[in-house]
T-cell receptor
Framework: QSALTQPPSVSAAPGQTVTISCSGS????????VSWYQHLPGTAPKLLIY???VRPSGIPDRFSASKSGTSATLGITGLQTGDEADYYC???????????FGGGTKLTVL | VQLVDSGGGLVQPGGSLRLSCEAS????????MVWVRQPPGKGLEWVSS??????????ADSVRGRFTVSRDDSKEILFLQMSSLRVEDTAVYSC????FGTGWNFDLWGQGTLVTVSS
């Protein structure tokens, strides 16, 4: 069981907006930066967001993220069929000295 | 700029395997590296980290004492020596590079190599 909790699945229609939550605790999200990844089966995960809300070069501004307390949220606007993937949050846990990933959220674009 | 994972395969419970991750296109020695695995049908699981420069290592509880991460900066290769393998270690194993920024984030990933532990 992951120490970071994500909804197993979310869905929305093309063009719409979706949010994916990531809930942790004071020793991980509460103290450390959060990153987000997009993972299509059979491919390498792609870094979407780092340091809570920073987009790497080449990531469109349709992807955004925020953090508040012990939770973080990824938002995707203008959904496209190519956005269908699994999305993971990740952070460091200060008490455990480990990297944590959320359980992953499968996005379906209807 | 890429990471290429190799070394996976079928191994019996209790056996050993060594994974490799060859880096190219960047100054490998400057970066901390990690191994992450994904069991079939499940999510990502961090396995181990090795810090660039110091060589300090960290392990998930599930593999501590059985797996050893190491690196050869002269050849730009990351290794994961796995021993006393268990059925539950079956997964696709990928190496990843810690990216810029303050937090732990991974901006470059290998394509993964499948490890199957089965009798």
């Amino acid at each position: 069981q992951s120490a970071l909790t994500q909804p197993p699945s979310v869905s929305a229609a093309p063009g719409q907006t979706v949010t994916i939550s990531c809930s942790g605790s004071s020793s991980n999200i509460g103290k450390n930066y959060v990153s987000w990844y997009q993972h299509l089966p059979g491919t390498a995960p792609k870094l979407l967001i780092y340091d809570n809300y920073v987009r790497p070069s080449g990531i469109p501004d349709r992807f955004s993220a925020s953090k508040s307390g012990t939770s973080a949220t990824l938002g995707i606007t203008g959904l496209q069929t190519g956005d269908e993937a699994d999305y993971y949050c990740g952070t460091w846990d200060t008490s455990l000295s480990v990297v944590l990933f959320g359980g992953g959220t499968k996005l379906t674009v209807l | 700029v890429q990471l290429v994972d190799s070394g996976g395969g079928l191994v019996q419970p209790g056996g050993s395997l060594r994974l490799s991750c060859e880096a190219s296109g960047f100054i490998f020695s400057r970066y901390s590296m990690v191994w992450v695995r994904q069991p079939p049908g499940k999510g990502l699981e961090w396995v181990s980290s090795i810090i660039g420069g110091t060589g300090d290592t960290y392990y998930a509880d599930s593999v501590r004492g059985r797996f050893t991460v190491s690196r050869d900066d002269s050849k730009e290769i990351l290794f994961l020596q796995m021993s006393s393998l268990r059925v539950e270690d079956t997964a696709v194993y990928s190496c990843a590079r810690r990216g810029f920024g303050t937090g732990w984030n991974f901006d470059l990933w290998g394509q993964g190599t499948l490890v199957t532990v089965s009798s």
